[in-house]
């Protein structure tokens, strides 16, 4: 059965600190690794990832894949309390965009 | 270890079918949350609930029901299934802020 893993669980840091979150899976055919980060009822599309040691930016954010280990990071550099959210990690395997998602990290950014 | 369970990781239903999906969480969550994952469209909420028998519309929650009659439980009902409806159908439960998401449910709809 497929699987994602994510870790740690939870997090607490205070603002500035640079944090990674990981995300590892098991999946037969992967296609490809996203993240999303939820802060209120529906979860936000981060980053989509396909290709291993490619990074992705987006501001303060960042991510990475490695296929060879069956792993991603997230980076977030100079936290803000703005970050605290619960980042979610899924991998869709196989055709018909089957997702199977983690049990997300929830980040808490003291001031 | 906390857990949010859903019934069924495929499943496959003929149009006009009514057709359950259910979701258990084990952590005694007041909030529970039914999405839905398309292509390109990420992650849309379809219903919530904050308590039993209490229910709210989330973005897209034309075609879909929802019951909450226990705490642990909340079911999403598709009373006519459509194919439009074939998606991927996430369950989610939180309490303060932290949510815990199920596997999901690969719905298709012929």
């Known amino acids: 059965e497929d699987k994602v893993v994510q870790s740690p669980l939870s997090l607490v840091v205070h603002e500035g600190d640079t944090v990674t979150l990981n995300c590892s899976y098991e999946v037969t055919n992967f296609r490809s690794l996203l993240w999303y980060e939820q802060e209120k009822k529906a979860p936000t599309f981060l980053f989509m990832l396909?290709?291993?040691?490619i990074e992705k930016k987006s501001g303060r954010l960042s991510s990475i894949l490695d296929k060879k280990e069956l792993s991603s990071i997230l980076n977030i550099t100079a936290t803000q309390t703005g970050d605290s959210a619960i980042y979610l990690c899924a991998v869709e395997a196989d055709a018909g965009n089957m997702l199977t998602f983690g049990g997300g990290t929830r980040l808490m950014v003291k001031p | 270890d906390v857990k949010v369970t859903q019934s069924s990781r495929y499943l496959v239903k003929r149009t006009g079918e009514k057709v359950f999906l259910e979701c258990v969480q084990d952590?005694?969550?007041?909030?529970m949350f039914w999405y839905r994952q398309d292509p390109g469209l990420g992650l849309r909420l379809i219903y919530f609930s904050y308590d039993v028998k209490m229910k709210e519309k989330g973005d897209i929650p034309e075609g879909y029901s929802v019951s909450r009659e226990k705490k642990e439980r909340f079911s999403l009902i598709l009373e006519s299934a459509s194919t439009n409806q074939t998606s991927m159908y996430l369950c989610?439960?939180?309490?303060?802020?932290?949510?815990?998401f199920g596997q999901g449910t690969r719905l298709t709809v012929v």
């Open positions: 989610a439960s939180s309490l303060a802020g932290f949510a815990f």
């Open positions: 396909t290709s291993s040691g």
């Open positions: 952590m005694d969550h007041e909030n």
